[in-house]
């Protein structure tokens, strides 16, 4: 019974680790593509933004969203 807590603390402590990996690849992608292109334009900035996360969104439901 111990191992398997054991187990399912780490895989949840692992699951957690990739989210946390995924959102911080997130937003080095937000930050990178507004500071190298999108300096000067905030409505397409903000456009472009929200595409970035709708992408990211789309891949972590496809992908990592497991039950």
Known sequence: MLRLRRAEYKQA??????????V??????????????????FGLRLAVNVGIVLVFGAFYLKFLNRP
């Open 13 to 22: 402590m692992g699951r957690q680790a990739v989210i946390v990996l995924y």
């Open 24 to 41: 911080l690849a997130m937003v080095a992608v937000i930050v990178g593509v507004d500071v190298l292109f999108l300096r000067h334009q």
